[in-house]
């Protein structure tokens, strides 16, 4: 079993920057796949970005790319979401997930483990 522990979100001006943290229990981090999703009032969850285990590999959702970088740190057993330019769109919770898989993933179904999220507001 896993568990996910978000923090670092808040109340941020549109054009600002925050970094996102999420620490996960157990001895395995290095074997999961990471992702960070997000979901805003009356949307779905979508994808906002994920990991390899090695760190080696990301892949990003073209409405953060290039403005976002995700990174982990196995021996702190965290992962990290850095989001810079921030828009009004940003705003949503923003969740942190995990996965036994090899590959990476950009769909919700395929991640095993959430966390409970953490809320970031972008003001214009």
């Known amino acids: 079993q896993v568990q996910l522990v978000e923090s670092g979100g808040g109340l941020v001006q549109a054009g600002g920057s925050l970094r996102l943290s999420c620490t996960a229990s157990g001895r395995t981090f290095s074997s999961l796949v990471m992702g960070w999703f997000r979901q805003a009032p009356g949307k779905e969850r979508e994808f906002v970005a994920t990991?390899?285990?090695?760190?080696?590999?990301?892949s990003y959702a073209d409405s953060v790319k290039g403005r976002s970088t995700i990174s982990r740190d196995n021996a702190k057993n965290t992962v990290y979401l850095q989001v810079n330019s921030l828009k009004p769109d940003d705003t949503a919770v923003y969740y942190c997930?995990?996965?036994?898989?090899?590959?990476?993933?950009?769909?919700?179904?395929?991640?095993?483990?959430w966390g409970q999220g953490t809320q970031v507001t972008v003001s214009s």
């Open positions: 990991i390899s285990g090695t760190g080696g590999t990301s």
């Open positions: 997930a995990a996965s036994h898989t090899i590959v990476l993933i950009t769909t919700r179904k395929e991640y095993e483990y």
